[in-house]
């Protein structure tokens, strides 16, 4: 009997825990979801087109749901500068307008808009209603368009006073928008309607949070921009048709699930789904979220069925979000766009223990060896790979010279380094460069899974010195026997050709090894006619023959003196 009853109460936990670990609910309509704020991001343009005579061109295209808003909203132009205003619908619509002298409303001739005050401002045209069609008009009549704004459901438009022109092209090119950081008007639409639902958290202590986002198949909606807003870690689990992508500008503290694309700031390629999910039944993608997740409750389930085929959604507190919005806007306004890239840093060590970081005004000398550590931010709980692609060093000076930079990549287990990667690098090639001062720069890959995409690049300071290299001594020559022997012969031989070269001379001129004293002593004694020409002699002349000459110079000599005496 304690054994059946045993059982049975083991069959009613059993029970309960299955019951609790599926917790559902189901959503209904609402205007107010806590959690998640919808807007419109329909077809729109802004410019920075002014008219010669400084007027503006704007136009206005209004769009209702059938049956279930209100048909009519309020057009305040008081404070509005000079414009033209062209306002068209589909639908049969209703304006209590309140404009200026300075402001020329257009409506189509034969349109169901009734607009109600200030009847002189008001002109009927011909143009067509197609978006680009009427863009072409407009230009072609005004010389060009201002801004193109889509309002879905208005309640009330009103300009504030600002100008409305942005910086940038003049050409009004329609693409996907958010009419709310148009500064120049202010727009009040009745609210999205969604189907939501929440369960009560099991743990009312639990920081975790986790938000189901579900797009049923039948909606047009394919392009959601989802900004969170909240410190803590969140996990969103997004279900949508086939072709839908999600994207995230500030992914922080965000841990994703999802049956379709996601792309995230910093990432330049989009994340492929986790899940496998068709059913777009409510049931069954909570139940999906919680057996993702492992878990047994959520935060929030959302529904989203427009018309629009881009949305932007703030994930977080209302009272948050309000705030974030305002922060956009303002950072929309202000910046000029740019591709997002994860915020790289490089540090750089002198050594393979990677302990002690190098200082940026540090010179390393130009035979050693560096080594560089990449590290990037992680996005919510994303495992990204660094992988570096090519590496070059650029000079500073007034000649600028970029070089090539081969570089080895370092081992790092995992744990070491979990969202960077190593490499070292040799600057032998550096030694024979002028330059001390270089900008070393890295291109890298940012990887997910087996996918890679560029990531961008990561600069750091470098500066090199030449190594202290002292003079070389002369080398002291030794001389083996042999080159003793070959400089001796040598010495031998020229001796012997110089001995040589005297002796031939001696043969062929015939010139004593000694002078003749006698000749050299007439030549001391200055008389120019002692000799005037030596006659040739014979090789051996014989004693008699020397004697005979001798007598004659003598004789010769004499003659000039005994004359004079």
Not at 113 to 126: A, M, R, Y
Not at 151 to 159: D, E, F, G, L, T
Not at 218 to 242: C, M
Not at 438 to 456: A, I, P, R
């Amino acid at each position: 009997m304690e054994g059946h009853i045993a059982l049975v109460v083991l069959l009613l936990c059993t029970t309960v825990s299955v019951s609790a670990s599926s917790q559902t609910c189901s959503p209904q309509n609402t205007t107010d979801n806590p959690w998640v704020q919808v807007r419109d991001m329909p077809i729109g343009c802004w410019t920075s087109f002014l008219r010669e005579d400084k007027a503006e061109v704007h136009i206005l295209n209004v769009h209702f749901k059938p049956r279930t808003v209100s048909d009519m909203f309020n057009l305040n132009m008081t404070t509005a500068r000079p414009m033209h205003l062209i306002l068209t619908t589909q639908n049969e619509c209703y304006v209590a307008n309140n404009i200026n002298q300075d402001v020329k409303i257009y409506i189509k001739n034969g349109s169901s808009v009734s607009l109600f005050g200030s009847p002189e401002s008001v002109h009927k045209q011909d143009f067509p209603t197609e978006n680009e069609e009427l863009v072409k008009w407009a230009t072609q009549k005004f010389g060009g368009v201002t801004s193109f704004t889509t309002v879905q459901n208005p309640r009330s438009i009103s300009c504030t006073g600002r100008e409305g022109t942005k910086l940038g092209s003049s050409d009004c090119t329609l693409e996907n928008e958010d009419p709310s950081i148009k500064h120049f008007m202010e727009l009040a639409t009745a609210p999205a309607s969604l189907k939501s639902c929440s369960i009560q958290h099991s743990n009312p202590n639990e920081e975790m949070e986790l938000h189901i986002i579900n797009i049923p198949e039948k909606a047009s909606t394919r392009n959601v921009s989802i900004h969170v807003d909240t410190e803590k870690i969140i996990r969103v689990f997004l279900r949508g048709p086939q072709g839908t992508t999600w994207s995230f500008p500030n992914p922080r503290h965000t841990k994703f699930g999802s049956n379709n694309e996601i792309t995230l700031t910093g990432i330049p390629h989009r994340l492929p789904p986790s899940v496998t999910l068709h059913s777009d039944n409510a049931e069954d993608v909570q139940k999906k979220a919680l057996e993702y997740f492992k878990v047994n409750t959520f935060t929030s389930y959302t529904e989203i069925s427009l018309e629009s085929s881009m949305v932007s959604l703030v994930l977080g507190k209302k009272d948050r979000a309000s705030a974030l919005e305002t922060e956009q806007e303002t950072s929309t306004t202000n910046s000029i766009s740019a591709p997002h890239q994860m915020p790289l840093l490089m540090q750089l060590y002198t050594s393979p223990d990677y302990r002690f970081p190098l200082d940026p005004n540090t010179k390393v000398q130009s035979d050693k060896r560096i080594y560089a550590e990449i590290s990037g931010h992680t996005l919510g709980e994303l495992v990204l790979t660094i992988k570096v692609i090519r590496c070059l060093v650029r000079s500073k000076g007034s000649c600028p010279l970029e070089k090539e930079m081969p570089f080895i990549p370092e081992a790092c287990p995992s744990n070491v380094c979990p969202d960077s990667t190593r490499v070292s690098f040799s600057l032998n090639q550096l030694q024979e460069l002028a330059s001390t001062t270089w900008d070393l720069e890295c291109t890298v890959d940012l990887c997910y899974s087996q996918v890679c995409g560029d990531g961008g690049r990561v600069k750091r300071n470098l500066e090199v010195t030449q190594p202290y290299t002292p003079s070389p001594t002369p080398p002291c020559v030794d001389f083996g026997l042999p080159a003793v022997l070959c400089i001796a012969f040598g010495g031998f031989l020229i001796g012997v050709l110089l001995i040589g070269a005297l002796w031939f001379i001696k043969i062929k001129t015939g010139y004593p090894t000694g002078l003749d004293m006698s000749s050299t002593a007439a030549n001391l004694s200055g008389c120019p006619c002692s000799v005037t020409k030596r006659q040739p002699v014979s090789t051996n002349p014989s004693p008699s023959e020397n004697s005979s000459a001798n007598a004659s110079i003598g004789s010769t000599q004499s003659t000039p003196t005994s004359s004079m005496a």
